[in-house]
């Protein structure tokens, strides 16, 4: 399949493991050549055909972050791990890029909601990761890092309820159900053979603290901004959640609980109509209604809601503290000293979407998850 002299460098990094083996547990981990090309339009463009896409891949695109997209966690990762490789840096490289391929694979959603096998967890550590399971509303994506410690590399497993909100996780009856579905994973993960021993991070809130609070307020016909009626919301979903947080702790060893802050908001003003009809978007009919009744409902600006949300934090440290949960401070990083949100932290999208930028984010985030994954 390959030249002579490509032959030679791989083998070289491979300490003379049988080139057809190790393609063949590359693939069973789902990596495909024409996926890698479409992923990778410079490779594309450059003239790569899929034999020199494989080869790039396995010479150089493993340490190069570029995007990959690979099969279902974990195909095929045990299978590399057994290769072997006396190249500890190759091994631990190949096996952490073909991870995080598979990470991005939606299909992976579904298999981790059934749980993990505790062999897994066990061979992530084996090849340098350090596991841990990050749960929460879409601002989960922010703890999925592809981050190195020295020799070792953070290997998030996300379970991320898109929409899920603090204070419907202890209602049964909840349209989402997010709270009963993640009960139901935490007894899965708890009848392993051995202990479960994998730091969770748990991040719920930002839909509370955004969007939900002004919908409660309008249905009550409160359209007039008021700390007050912020503050009654804030009291009541930090207790539920308390409440949710109480039934995990029953599954799940509390020191594993890590509870998140809500992030502060960056999504701007000349926006927040717009974002917040999008995502209650259902029919026509019911869109005009909302529309029509959002134009009668104040909104603070920017600046108030970012102090509504360290309010809402306050709550959230309060009861980590009464309920011994760690409680992770993943909201001043992200502020100024007059307290606003950076501007660095929407700066690329100018306040047009509900997450912090991902990349501004980094070494804080990174920071802030190696304090509390050990």
């Given at each position: 399949?390959?030249?002579?002299?490509?032959?030679?460098?791989?083998?070289?990094?491979?300490?003379?493991?049988?080139?057809?083996?190790?393609?063949?547990?590359?693939?069973?981990?789902?990596?495909?050549?024409?996926?890698?090309?479409?992923?990778?339009?410079?490779?594309?463009?450059?003239?790569?055909?899929?034999?020199?896409?494989?080869?790039?891949?396995?010479?150089?695109?493993?340490?190069?972050?570029?995007?990959?997209?690979?099969?279902?966690?974990?195909?095929?990762?045990?299978?590399?791990?057994?290769?072997?490789?006396?190249?500890?840096?190759?091994?631990?490289?190949?096996?952490?890029?073909?991870?995080?391929?598979?990470?991005?694979?939606?299909?992976?959603?579904?298999?981790?909601?059934?749980?993990?096998?505790?062999?897994?967890?066990?061979?992530?550590?084996?090849?340098?990761?350090?596991?841990y399971f990050v749960i929460g509303d879409s601002h989960a994506t922010h703890y999925l890092r592809m981050a190195w410690l020295g020799e070792?590399?953070?290997?998030?497993?996300?379970?991320?309820?898109?929409?899920?909100?603090?204070?419907?996780?202890?209602?049964?009856?909840?349209?989402?159900?997010?709270?009963?579905?993640?009960?139901?994973?935490?007894?899965?993960?708890?009848?392993?053979?051995?202990?479960?021993?994998?730091?969770?991070?748990?991040?719920?809130?930002?839909?509370?603290?955004?969007?939900?609070?002004?919908?409660?307020?309008?249905?009550?016909?409160?359209?007039?901004?008021?700390?007050?009626?912020?503050?009654?919301?804030?009291?009541?979903?930090?207790?539920?959640?308390?409440?949710?947080?109480?039934?995990?702790?029953?599954?799940?060893?509390?020191?594993?609980?890590?509870?998140?802050?809500?992030?502060?908001?960056?999504?701007?003003?000349?926006?927040?109509?717009?974002?917040?009809?999008?995502?209650?978007?259902?029919?026509?009919?019911?869109?005009?209604?909302?529309?029509?009744?959002?134009?009668?409902?104040?909104?603070?600006?920017?600046?108030?809601?970012?102090?509504?949300?360290?309010?809402?934090?306050?709550?959230?440290?309060?009861?980590?503290?009464?309920?011994?949960?760690?409680?992770?401070?993943?909201?001043?990083?992200?502020?100024?000293?007059?307290?606003?949100?950076?501007?660095?932290?929407?700066?690329?999208?100018?306040?047009?979407?509900?997450?912090?930028?991902?990349?501004?984010?980094?070494?804080?985030?990174?920071?802030?998850?190696?304090?509390?994954?050990?």
């Amino acid at each position: 399949m390959f030249e002579r002299e490509q032959a030679g460098l791989l083998g070289d990094r491979t300490g003379g493991v049988d080139l057809d083996r190790l393609i063949a547990c590359v693939n069973a981990c789902g990596f495909d050549e024409s996926r890698y090309l479409a992923d990778n339009a410079a490779l594309q463009n450059a003239g790569f055909d899929a034999p020199a896409a494989l080869f790039h891949f396995l010479a150089h695109g493993y340490a190069e972050r570029r995007e990959l997209t690979c099969g279902v966690l974990p195909d095929g990762l045990h299978e590399i791990r057994s290769l072997a490789l006396p190249n500890r840096d190759y091994a631990v490289r190949l096996f952490c890029c073909l991870f995080f391929g598979q990470i991005k694979n939606p299909r992976t959603a579904d298999r981790l909601w059934h749980g993990i096998d505790r062999g897994f967890v066990d061979c992530l550590r084996a090849m340098g990761g350090i596991p841990y399971f990050v749960i929460g509303d879409s601002h989960a994506t922010h703890y999925l890092r592809m981050a190195w410690l020295g020799e070792r590399w953070l290997a998030a497993l996300p379970l991320v309820c898109h929409g899920g909100s603090a204070i419907d996780l202890a209602n049964e009856n909840s349209r989402s159900r997010f709270g009963p579905q993640l009960l139901q994973w935490a007894r899965t993960v708890a009848d392993l053979a051995r202990p479960f021993d994998v730091p969770v991070f748990l991040k719920f809130g930002g839909i509370d603290t955004e969007f939900l609070w002004v919908r409660r307020r309008m249905r009550k016909g409160f359209y007039q901004f008021a700390v007050a009626e912020f503050d009654d919301l804030a009291r009541e979903s930090v207790f539920r959640y308390s409440r949710f947080l109480d039934a995990l702790a029953c599954i799940v060893d509390r020191g594993l609980l890590r509870i998140c802050s809500v992030f502060p908001t960056v999504l701007g003003d000349a926006d927040w109509a717009e974002v917040f009809l999008q995502v209650h978007r259902t029919s026509p009919e019911r869109d005009r209604a909302l529309a029509h009744e959002l134009e009668k409902a104040e909104i603070p600006p920017l600046s108030t809601r970012t102090q509504l949300r360290g309010l809402y934090n306050d709550y959230l440290r309060d009861m980590c503290r009464a309920k011994s949960l760690a409680f992770v401070d993943d909201f001043s990083p992200f502020v100024d000293a007059n307290g606003n949100t950076h501007r660095r932290c929407y700066a690329t999208h100018g306040g047009r979407e509900t997450h912090l930028d991902y990349d501004a984010c980094e070494e804080p985030l990174v920071k802030i998850i190696r304090s509390f994954i050990n």
